[in-house]
C-alpha cells in the first residue's frame, strides 16, 4: 500500500475545506428544506383550487353525466361569420368527462382574439362510448369544413375529450383534414379513477392497458397532423406521464403548479395552445387577449 505524505500547507487547505464544509452544509439543508416546503405549499393550494373547481360543478354534473346526449359544434366566437379567410382554419373544442361547452370560455376568448373560428361540442359520456362520440366529431368536422370552406381543422381535447380525438383523427374520413391536435391532460396511459365507476362502458376504457387505449397507442398518427400534448405537473386525475400519447412525434410540454381542472384556467396552457394554433401574425393579439383573461393564473 502506497502512503503519500501530506505537506503542511495541503494539510490546512484540507482541513479549511472540511471546515468550510461543516459552517455551510446545515444552510444548504435549510435552503433545501423551505424550497420543499414551499413546493408543498403550492401544490396544497393548487390541490385546494382543483377541488373548489370540483365542488362548483357538482350540482350540475348529474345533468352533464347522463342528459342530453350529443350536441352539434356551435360557435365560441363572438365574430364568426359564416365562412371565414381560407388560410385561417377552424377550431373543434371537446370537453372532458362531465365538463360544458363552458368550461372552454376563457380559452375560446383567446383563440378568438387571435382570428380563429372557434367552436365546441357538448356530449353527455355516460350510456355511450368514445368509438360513437368520435364517430359524431367526425360528422361536425365535415360539416364545419363544409360551412367554412376551409381545409382543415384544428383539435382540441380535454381529458377524455382528447381521447375521443384520437379515436376521430384515425376515421378515414378525417385523413388529410386535420391539422393541429392539442390534448391536456387526456389519460392515453389510463387513469387511476376510472376503476370508481367499472359499470359504465367509457370509463372502462379510460382503465390501464384497456383495449380501447390499446389500439390508439397501436394506431399510426396520420400523415400531416401535428400533435401537441400538454401534461400538467400537479395533475392527480391522469397523473405522471400517462396523459402523454405512445406517437413518437407527439410534442410534449408540462406546464408547473397546475391541476387537471386548472388547465382550463392557466394562462400558461392557454398561451401553449394559442401559440400552436394561432398564425404568427394574431400572436400579438392573442396574447393580449391571454393577458387580459380575469381568471387565468
Not at 84 to 89: E, L, N
Not at 126 to 146: F, H, M, N
Request: aromatic share 4%; net charge positive; with cysteine.
Amino acid at each position: 500500500m502506497s502512503h503519500v505524505q501530506l505537506t503542511k500547507r495541503q494539510s490546512a487547505l484540507i482541513c479549511s475545506s472540511q471546515t468550510r464544509m461543516d459552517v455551510t452544509a446545515p444552510l444548504r439543508v435549510f435552503g433545501g428544506a423551505r424550497a420543499t416546503v414551499q413546493t408543498l405549499r403550492r401544490a396544497t393550494m393548487v390541490h385546494a383550487h382543483e377541488a373548489a373547481l370540483l365542488m362548483s360543478g357538482a350540482a350540475t354534473a348529474p345533468r352533464r353525466l347522463v342528459g342530453g346526449g350529443y350536441k352539434q359544434a356551435s360557435s365560441m366566437s363572438p365574430h364568426a361569420t359564416a365562412r371565414t379567410a381560407p388560410r385561417t382554419r377552424p377550431v373543434l373544442l371537446v370537453h372532458g368527462f362531465g365538463g360544458s361547452k363552458s368550461h372552454w370560455s376563457l380559452v375560446a376568448k383567446a383563440l378568438s382574439a387571435g382570428g380563429l373560428n372557434v367552436k365546441a361540442i357538448t356530449y353527455a359520456p355516460l350510456g355511450t362510448s368514445v368509438e360513437r362520440l368520435a364517430g359524431q366529431l367526425v360528422a361536425d368536422v365535415e360539416a364545419t369544413l363544409s360551412q367554412t370552406s376551409a381545409d382543415k381543422v384544428h383539435l382540441v381535447g380535454h381529458s377524455l375529450g382528447g381521447v375521443i380525438i384520437a379515436q376521430a383523427i384515425a376515421d378515414p374520413r378525417l385523413h388529410g383534414r386535420v391539422d393541429t391536435v392539442v390534448t391536456l391532460g387526456s389519460p392515453f396511459g389510463g387513469s387511476p379513477w376510472a376503476g370508481l365507476l367499472p359499470f359504465f362502458e367509457i370509463v372502462r376504457a379510460l382503465r390501464r392497458g384497456s383495449p380501447l387505449l390499446r389500439r390508439l397507442a397501436s394506431t399510426p398518427l396520420p400523415e400531416g397532423v401535428r400533435w401537441l400534448s400538454v401534461t400538467a405537473a400537479l395533475d392527480i386525475i391522469v397523473p405522471g406521464l400517462r396523459s402523454v400519447p405512445f406517437h413518437a412525434q407527439a410534442e410534449t410540454i408540462t406546464v408547473n403548479d397546475v391541476g387537471h381542472l386548472g388547465m382550463l384556467k392557466s394562462e400558461q396552457v392557454i398561451g401553449c395552445i394559442a401559440a400552436a394554433l394561432c398564425q404568427q401574425s394574431a400572436a400579438s393579439a392573442a396574447e393580449e387577449a391571454i393577458r387580459l383573461l380575469p381568471n387565468a393564473s
